[in-house]
């Protein structure tokens, strides 16, 4: 009994010590009384309805704000007495006078100024929603232009949301496949420097291996007008509509039905030669007279008022008139030469007409053959005759000699033969016709319907382009399903050879008039064009689809984009297959070829199209898919700032297999190894910012980990929050040079902390429990611990008070409730 009541006593001196001021907490010196007259004191302060104003006098105190004080500088601000009208003062009172006069001026300034702000406000909102309109109407019409079946939904490829999975089949047929290969070995031959090839020649050659022949018509057709004098690149279209070059067209025209004309007229000779008893001296002559004893039998017998007799045994004007029909003026001078005296007139006309380079009459020549004609051939009754002196002389332009031109290539070469610019045009008659009259005859007046172009493309085709009208052409042929293969690269062939039209927008539509243009001329979009070709096979063929953007590299958007970058670009967004297209990052921070170095050259550095694709998934806000590419660059301050940004989104959270942090973690430990021994190109700031989310993705990997003294010594190598009071002015300091991205987690950082100091509090205080039945110097060292974590709590708090940085409302007032469970 004098043991226990021993001890009982020893535990009362100790409890009176600590009273008495040996604790932490003051001596209480007020009696009861005092203490209730203070509390009611107090209350008489703070009533119900002034709780409010109490609760932001706090608030605001805790961040240095008087609000009394603030209030009593609110209330003598008075924006009625700034803005109200002012009063009339008398013009004698000088000071008052002018005193007025400025108050006016900046009420007048500052009523300008926002009348100004509210109009430019409201123009740069309609324009924005102009803008979008205007592009998203554009997406909406290249959607639906093209081709009239219904779209095939489930034949398109499926775009991989899952980045280095590379399609397996591909889409393009035969045809597409064949066409390809000579664009690749093309661009081959250009990237190296070498001299380039004839495209249109190459592309034909390709077009043999289908077994087409109306296909073959079209590569053929193009072979020949594209046969001219080297163009300039500067306007096409202008150069086009020049005299020089406009001869050129209709010479290459003309040439070619001629010889078109020649190899029918063989083959029906060659099928038929029972009838066509040919024989002679072989050459044009013979086939033409072997072809009119077809004709006679045929369509020509019955025909009467053929004149000026026979040579060989058959019609002198028919075999004129198909001499020339097929181009050989030599034949058909010397078939007029046997005809005798009769047609001497004839024969110096046919004459002038060899000796000149530009199979034309001179001025007075054709003067001659028009006087002939309008006196003596007019009113002939021989159609073979009429229509000869029609070719040579451009007479009755507006007759269509129907009984000798039955097709449409008889039609276009008469019209061809009869065309007459500057000083050869008829000024008596005033009857003329220009090739802009015929193009606009043919593509206007005439059109698809008169031609049955959708039964009958390949007429229509021919019509268009061998007036030159090279963009009408391909666009009517875009439209036809089986030939759009063709069309396309019919487009590329004569925009290699400086022949085709393309607008200065690329953003254009495919076909497009230029107000600068001669009518009917247009432009043909090709950049749009090849987009469209490229669209159904770009995510299953990108070697092949990137070659043909490599034709876009000479253009540029509006927005001052090179158009082969940006295809390159918006190919890797859409497919996301960032390996294939623009390499893959090794181990060691070297980065393997992609496609892209295939086309390394002046226009086409992959360093500057991977940039570009890293800069529009940053723009697109694919920040991640952007981390990777910056990384494929080389440009390692994009790599560190846009880490920092996604880190200082997830550090606090629980990192998950295969979350956003989770990926984000194994990156940055890939970019941290690469550091080591290396020198990155990027600011001090920049790394310095990444360093520390990385040390702090480490404590709360800890923390989420239950890791706690692990987790506070992090922490406190970090110098982000001060572990004693003296530190907190230094670590405030701290906080101020710190970017955004740390400071964004520091409300997460103080509750994470001072949680753990919580927890380890508790974890001590049981030991110090367990040992209040051992000696009293063990219970002194048992205490040190408690003290120092309620030291470190309390700089914390005090940190989080002080800090320039606008914590959540709630973070205080838990950061002070665990404080005050501490003690």
């Not at 108050?103 to 409201?122: K, P, W």
């Not at 039609?411 to 009857?431: A, M, P």
């Not at 009917?520 to 979009?525: G, S």
Request: proline share 4%; aromatic share 8%.
């Amino acid at each position: 009994m004098d043991n226990d009541f021993s001890e009982l006593l020893s535990q009362a001196e100790q409890l009176a010590n600590d009273i008495d001021g040996v604790g932490e907490l003051p001596q209480v010196e007020r009696s009861l009384r005092q203490v209730l007259d203070a509390s009611n004191d107090l209350w008489s302060k703070v009533t119900l309805h002034e709780a409010p104003d109490i609760q932001a006098h706090m608030m605001l105190a805790s961040k240095g704000v008087d609000l009394t004080q603030l209030s009593q500088k609110l209330d003598t601000l008075s924006t009625r007495k700034t803005f109200e009208p002012l009063e009339p003062v008398p013009e004698a009172d000088i000071s008052s006078y002018l005193k007025n006069e400025v108050e006016n001026v900046l009420l007048s300034l500052i009523e300008g100024t926002h009348r100004r702000s509210s109009a430019a406000a409201d123009q740069r909102l309609w324009d924005s929603i102009r803008q979008n309109w205007s592009k998203e109407m554009r997406q909406m019409f290249n959607a639906l232009h093209g081709s009239s079946r219904p779209l095939d939904l489930q034949g398109l490829p499926e775009t991989s949301t899952v980045a280095d999975v590379a399609p397996v089949h591909s889409r393009l047929d035969h045809m597409e496949m064949a066409y390809a290969k000579e664009v690749i070995d093309y661009n081959d031959r250009v990237i190296q420097g070498g001299v380039r090839p004839q495209l249109v020649i190459k592309f034909a050659k390709a077009a043999e291996s289908f077994n087409n022949m109306k296909v073959n018509e079209l590569w053929e057709i193009v072979q020949y007008m594209s046969h001219i004098a080297p163009q300039f690149k500067d306007n096409p279209i202008l150069t086009r509509t020049s005299a020089p070059t406009q001869s050129q067209l209709i010479l290459q025209a003309r040439k070619y039905l001629e010889e078109r004309y020649k190899k029918y007229m063989t083959k029906l000779v060659e099928g038929n030669l029972a009838l066509a008893c040919r024989g002679g001296v072989p050459g044009t002559l013979s086939l033409v007279r072997s072809f009119v004893d077809l004709r006679v039998l045929g369509s020509l017998q019955g025909m009467l008022g053929l004149e000026d007799g026979q040579v060989d045994k058959k019609p002198i004007w028919p075999q004129l008139y198909y001499c020339l029909r097929c181009g050989d003026i030599d034949a058909a001078l010397s078939c007029a030469t046997q005809a005798g005296a009769q047609l001497a007139d004839l024969c110096a006309i046919l004459g002038a007409l060899k000796s000149s380079p530009e199979r034309a009459l001179d001025p007075s020549m054709e003067s001659t053959v028009r006087f002939q004609y309008r006196c003596n051939i007019r009113k002939s009754p021989d159609p073979f005759k009429r229509a000869v002196y029609c070719i040579l002389g451009a007479c009755d332009v507006s007759d269509e000699h129907s009984e000798v031109a039955k097709t449409a290539d008889d039609y276009l070469w008469f019209k061809l033969c009869q065309i007459r610019e500057g000083e050869r045009t008829d000024s008596r008659s005033g009857e003329n016709i220009t090739l802009q009259h015929l193009q606009t005859l043919i593509s206007q007046d005439y059109g698809e319907s008169h031609y049955n172009a959708l039964e009958q493309p390949h007429v229509y085709f021919q019509m268009l382009f061998l007036t030159g009208q090279y963009e009408l052409a391909l666009e009517f042929l875009w439209r036809i399903d089986k030939l759009k293969v063709h069309a396309v690269h019919m487009a590329i062939a004569l925009h290699e050879c400086n022949l085709l039209g393309i607008p200065n927008c690329p953003e254009s539509p495919l076909l497009c008039v230029d107000p600068s243009d001669q009518t009917p001329h247009r432009r043909l979009n090709l950049a749009r064009l090849i987009q469209y070709y490229v669209r159904r096979f770009n995510l299953t063929d990108m070697k092949e689809a990137l070659h043909y953007y490599y034709f876009l590299r000479g253009m540029r958007l509006p927005s001052g984009d090179n158009l082969f970058r940006f295809c390159i670009s918006t190919l890797a967004m859409e497919s996301r297959d960032f390996s294939t297209i623009l390499g893959r990052l090794e181990p060691d921070g070297c980065r393997t070829p992609g496609i892209i170095d295939i086309f390394n050259g002046v226009q086409a550095e992959p360093s500057e199209i991977i940039e570009m694709v890293a800069s529009n998934l940053e723009k697109k806000g694919l920040f991640e898919d952007a981390l990777e590419v910056y990384d494929l660059a080389g440009n390692h301050e994009k790599v560190m700032s846009l880490m920092s940004g996604l880190l200082s989104q997830v550090v606090h959270l629980v990192s998950q297999q295969g979350s956003l942090r989770f990926r984000l973690a194994a990156k940055a430990t890939d970019v941290s190894r690469r550091i080591e021994g290396n020198k990155f190109r990027c600011s001090d700031e920049t790394y310095r910012t990444f360093k520390t989310l990385r040390h702090l993705l480490e404590f709360f990997d800890k923390y989420h980990a239950g890791d706690y003294v692990k987790a506070l010594e992090l922490i406190v190598e970090s110098g982000l929050i001060p572990s004693k009071t003296e530190e907190v002015e230094n670590r405030v300091n701290n906080f101020r040079k710190l970017g955004d991205d740390i400071c964004h987690n520091f409300p997460q950082l103080l509750i994470a902390t001072m949680t753990i100091l919580h927890s380890l509090y508790n974890r001590a205080r049981g030991n110090v429990n367990m040992s209040l039945s051992s000696s009293r110097l063990e219970t002194s060292m048992a205490d040190k611990p408690l003290a120092s974590y309620r030291e470190q709590a309390r700089a914390i708090t005090s940190f989080a008070g002080t800090m320039p940085y606008r914590l959540p409302g709630d973070t205080n007032s838990k950061l002070v409730q665990m404080e005050i469970l501490m003690h």
